[in-house]
């Protein structure tokens, strides 16, 4: 089979980003600590990557965030344990294929609320 713009296995990697304001950032402080604790191996391994505490929006994101990178055997679990321990913080999760516009505008999966990105950054 060829690979097209379409196939997944142009994914390279995956990013989780866990959305919060000033009023929520306790709670996103909570949930990061907790992720460190149940993904703890992950995290040592490599095979999750925990990024920046951002107060403030960073790129295409129009919230503070932080940052979860991880590979497509962690996509799975990621995605049922951020569905179901989120609580009221919203989190934006794409892939990484290379076409930064196409991963944030048309290949996201939302969990919680969606927001609108600022995809002029992105050539949007």
């Known amino acids: ?41 992950e995290l040592e391994s ?7 505490f951002h107060e403030r929006p960073v790129g295409p994101h129009p919230m503070w965030s932080f940052q979860l990178g991880f590979g497509g055997d962690l996509l799975a679990p990621m995605l049922g344990w951020l569905t179901l321990n989120h609580g009221a913080l919203d989190i934006f999760m794409h892939p990484n294929t290379g076409n930064a516009l196409a991963d944030h505008r048309d290949s996201a ?15 949007g």
């Open 46 to 52: 490599g095979a999750l990557r925990l990024g920046r």
């Open 1 to 41: 089979m060829e690979a097209t713009d379409t196939h997944p296995r142009l994914i390279s990697d995956w990013h989780a980003h866990v959305y919060f304001d000033a009023v929520s950032r306790d709670a996103a402080w909570q949930l990061r600590l907790v992720i460190e604790q149940e993904f703890a191996s």
């Open 109 to 123: 999966v939302w969990i919680g609320r969606s927001h609108e990105l600022v995809l002029r950054g992105l050539g």
